[in-house]
């Protein structure tokens, strides 16, 4: 999965603990909305570090079961430190690529968040999951529309980084804007009672403000080597977005959050 764009370790790690804890409420609503029962099978697809296994571990129970599969080793074995810490014994993380996922009619639930839009094969990966739900099982997908993304006021440097988030997902032969096209995919995978809400959040103070410039630190690694941009001009958009977070004065959003549930039958 060499195409994954966003850096991976303990730096990555806290931009998903970031991201997490700002998205936490919307991600919460959007799982208990489905329906998950005590005792069932869950599959964290691309679990980073495994935040929502942990939330989904809650809701299903010590008779239950999670695994959280993630390609990052760093990000799982610090996911084990904090199942650990949490005294959290019915999760299971492992280090898997997810091309290498396949599976038969194990799981009654698979959850997805940010992980489709940074592969170069969704429809694919969609197929496989299918094949691995147990029949009636569900489908939970969290994806992004990048494109949605705003600030108030407008900033050059807020829409330089969600430019170049798009331009270099592109590059890549992915897609920063999958979550618009997943309710087509998901038919195609033979999925059935699909549905969707679209969630946004956004803030003029507090963590959640951090995410645009810690998401394009992430990114700068692969802009320099995909030949994008040069470092003096990430150093320029960088501090930009630094000063525009601390204004008191401003708003900036997260992408617009396409949430997508669906069935086996």
Request: charged share 30%; glycine share 8%; hydrophobic share 35%.
């Amino acid at each position: 999965m060499g195409e994954y764009a966003i850096h991976g370790g303990d730096k990555g790690k806290r931009r998903l603990q970031i991201l997490s804890e700002t998205l936490e409420e919307e991600t919460t609503k959007f799982i208990q909305k489905v329906g998950i029962s005590k005792g069932m099978k869950c599959l964290d697809l691309g679990c980073g570090g495994g935040n929502v296994s942990i939330l989904l571990s809650k809701l299903i129970g010590e008779k239950g079961e999670v695994i959280g599969y993630d390609i990052d080793e760093r990000k799982i074995a610090l996911a084990k430190e904090t199942m650990k810490e949490l005294n959290i014994s019915n999760i299971k993380f492992e280090v898997k690529n997810v091309n290498h996922f396949d599976e038969k009619e194990v799981y009654d639930i698979i959850y997805s968040r940010f992980l489709l839009s940074h592969l170069k094969n969704p429809a694919e990966i969609l197929q496989k999951m299918y094949h691995s739900l147990k029949p009636n099982g569900k489908i939970l997908i969290e994806e992004t529309d990048f494109s949605g993304h705003f600030s108030v006021p407008r900033s050059k440097d807020f829409d330089s980084y969600v430019s170049l988030y798009q331009k270099l997902l592109e590059k890549r032969g992915t897609n920063a804007n999958l979550g618009k096209e997943l309710f087509s995919l998901l038919n195609q995978s033979r999925f059935k009672n699909i549905d969707f809400s679209i969630s946004q959040v956004a803030h003029n103070s507090g963590n959640g403000k951090l995410m645009a410039e810690i998401t394009f630190e992430g990114i700068s690694e692969a802009l320099i080597k995909d030949k994008i941009i040069s470092q003096n001009v990430i150093e320029e958009i960088q501090s930009g977005l630094i000063e525009f977070r601390k204004r008191k004065d401003t708003i900036m959003s997260l992408p617009r959050i396409f949430q997508f549930y669906a069935f086996k039958q």
